[in-house]
Nanobody, 127 residues
Framework: QLVQLGGGLVQPGGSLRLSCAAS????????IAWFRQAPGKEREGVTC????????WYADSVKGRLIISRDDAKNTFYLQMHSLRPEDTAVYYC??????????????????????WGPGTLVTVSS
């Protein structure tokens, strides 16, 4: 399973870090991903990092503001968020997978195929 930490209320322009810890399996066998789902909207890929070629994909709306990283020694990966905007408000989900061939495919394909999901954590950007 994946255990998520972080989230909460932050003011516009603020920063927040989400973490996702793998339990019961070794993270270094997996590509990693962060998705989000805003109220009334479809789940969307925010950023994905592929294991084999170190490729990373970011949604245009978050480029330059959100950063995905991993620490395999801690079996954990992260989403560092800066310059947050009200439109970033959503439930954020971490996920891992071994099947997609590129980071872009992982973030833009059918997310239902990803192997393991975290429970989600709410991020609210508001003053």
């Amino acid at each position: 399973q994946l255990v998520q930490l972080g989230g909460g209320l932050v003011q516009p322009g603020g920063s927040l870090r989400l973490s996702c810890a793998a339990s019961g399996f070794t993270l270094d066998d997996y590509s990693i991903a962060w998705f989000r789902q805003a109220p009334g909207k479809e789940r969307e890929g925010v950023t994905c990092a592929h294991l084999n070629d170190d490729s990373t994909w970011y949604a245009d709306s978050v480029k330059g503001r959100l950063i995905i990283s991993r620490d395999d020694a801690k079996n954990t990966f992260y989403l560092q968020m800066h310059s947050l905007r009200p439109e970033d408000t959503a439930v954020y989900y971490c996920a891992v997978d071994r099947g997609f061939t590129t980071a872009q495919a992982m973030c833009n394909g059918n997310y239902r195929y990803l192997e393991v999901w975290g429970p989600g954590t709410l991020v609210t950007v508001s003053s």
